[in-house]
């Protein structure tokens, strides 16, 4: 079964006073959702104008997230109050929690989203996060709500910023649909594809201006926030799972597992992993359009105000000052090319494993690509290898290494856990000549049976001698390096596509790694 669609869709100026005779007849004791203070006078006009029609209205707000802690809480005010429907008005995370709490009742959801800044208020889908905002699921819903009401005069009072992360979040409806989708023969899938690329087109033709003016009487304004709240929400509507996700949306869930001062909204994360995904393409398949598109979507993005680096973000992995490397952060780098590996994070290793990894932190001008191999010793014992050969600052690096990884469980029931031992050696003539070892325990988070992310720590400890220009010595030093790892799995056909976020004491760096089982 597939919901492509909100049974009913008020759109446009005074969308909210056009749906209030249908939710009439649909509910008598509606419970109101938000969350944000700044529309809770929205909410409050939502809520007197459904009691002028003689209706029982509740509300509560969200104190955290679209949460576990939230949803249990909010529950226990739906049975209490007898609610027989659900009014969502505010951002995604409170539409998808809205959408949750219908679905788990069986009542009727009726979204009213608040700004543009998600498609939320039409989808069948619900992501669920800790209460500080990680990601842990999306959690796919029976329907779509039963009505979305698209009230323009709302959207309006949004902030410039909501819309901007909104634009960021439906532009990469193509760039991820294109990608995973574009071997697949599905007609009705490709045709989501297809509506993908126009709303693409229209954003960067009328994303600017949109945002710059924010006035309804703006055309390049309305089609913005239409394509961004209701065509977004078709695509993944009629593409399904197939068209929904890939490295973008799989880069934001593993950032948000990392907790900063700064909030930042779910559509500028999503930017940044579109730029990362399209880095990657033209890395691996050496792609001219990626390339092409990432100085297109730059030239937008700063036009919107939106981040457009990992360190813009506030996390500290390719900023300044981890580029400009001094000596022994140098020696932190290469350790962590040879000593980390990517764990692969799947359920099954039939014979043997090939992939390749591209690891960015090694210095400031290049990536460190490594070539590994797997297989199963064991019903829960692993053995692999890597090495790589390549240059930088004019240096040719050897390196080479090999691991032994532990599932932890009965036979043939693989555990969440994951213990693994590593070991490898590189070396730069007349440079350097470094030794590593590495300990690390990760956990698994599965869904339906499938593993999507990954979180643990790891301990590095490195042996270096390196060449002293003025004295023509090697001297002997010996370092610690601690480190946090965030990774998430997404298959791509038949290849397993695995970036890995790992912020350490010395050095952060991210690995990005692809294989395919043999």
Not at 13 to 19: D, L, S
Not at 510 to 517: A, G, P, Q, R, V
């Amino acid at each position: 079964m597939q919901s492509i669609s909100p049974e009913i869709i008020f759109r446009g100026n005074g969308a909210w006073k056009k749906a209030l005779p249908k939710i009439i007849e649909l509910t008598n004791r509606p419970l109101i959702l938000g969350r944000s203070e700044s529309t809770n006078y929205l909410r409050n006009k939502i809520c007197n104008e459904l009691r002028d029609q003689n209706l029982f209205v509740y509300s509560a707000n969200l104190h955290f997230d679209c949460c576990q802690e939230d949803i249990s809480r909010i529950k226990k005010i739906i049975l209490n109050n007898k609610c027989d429907s659900i009014i969502a008005a505010g951002g995604g995370k409170v539409l998808d929690a809205g959408k949750y709490l219908a679905e788990y009742f069986s009542i009727p959801c009726i979204t009213v989203p608040l700004s543009a800044s998600t498609c939320a208020g039409w989808t069948a889908l619900s992501n669920i996060y800790t209460k500080n905002g990680q990601f842990i699921k999306d959690f796919v819903l029976k329907t779509c709500p039963k009505i979305l009401v698209f009230d323009h005069q709302f959207i309006q009072t949004a902030p410039t910023r909501t819309l901007a992360s909104g634009i960021a979040d439906a532009l990469a409806k193509w760039y991820e649909s294109s990608l995973t989708s574009g071997l697949i023969d599905d007609g009705l899938v490709q045709q989501a594809i297809q509506i993908s690329r126009v709303l693409r087109d229209q954003l960067l033709i009328d994303g600017e201006n949109a945002y710059k003016t924010q006035l309804d009487d703006s055309l390049s304004w309305r089609n913005t926030i239409e394509a961004c709240g209701l065509t977004a929400g078709l695509i993944g509507g009629i593409g399904g799972e197939k068209c929904r996700t890939a490295a973008a949306h799989a880069i934001h869930n593993a950032i948000t597992q990392i907790i900063t001062t700064n909030k930042f909204l779910h559509g500028e994360i999503v930017g940044v992993g579109i730029l990362l995904q399209l880095s990657i393409e033209e890395i691996k398949n050496n792609n001219k359009l990626a390339k092409q598109s990432i100085k297109q979507l730059l030239v937008l993005m700063k036009e919107l105000n939106l981040p457009t680096s990992i360190s813009e973000l506030g996390i500290n992995v390719f900023d300044n000052n981890n580029l400009n490397l001094d000596e022994k952060n140098t020696v932190n780098s290469f350790g962590a090319a040879i000593s980390t590996f990517n764990i692969l994070p799947i359920d099954k290793i039939d014979n043997f494993s090939l992939g390749s990894i591209i690891v960015r932190g090694v210095n400031n001008n290049s990536y460190a690509p490594i070539f590994y191999g797997q297989t199963r010793l064991t019903w829960n014992l692993f053995l692999r290898g890597r090495m790589s050969v390549f240059s930088s600052d004019e240096k040719a690096v050897q390196l080479f290494g090999w691991g032994l990884s532990l599932n932890p469980n009965k036979e043939e029931s693989l555990a969440n856990w994951l213990v693994s031992f590593d070991s490898g050696f590189l070396s730069s003539h007349n440079q350097i000549d470094l030794s590593a070892m590495k300990f690390s325990v990760d956990r698994f988070t599965r869904h339906n049976g499938k593993i999507r992310y990954f979180y643990g720590f790891s301990l590095n400890l490195l042996s270096c001698s390196s060449f002293q220009q003025d004295s023509g010595d090697f001297v002997r030093s010996q370092l610690q390096s601690n480190h946090i790892n965030i990774g998430t799995l997404m298959q791509i056909g038949e290849l397993n596509f695995i970036p890995n976020l790992s912020i350490g004491n010395k050095i952060n760096y991210l690995s990005i790694s692809l294989s395919k089982n043999i």
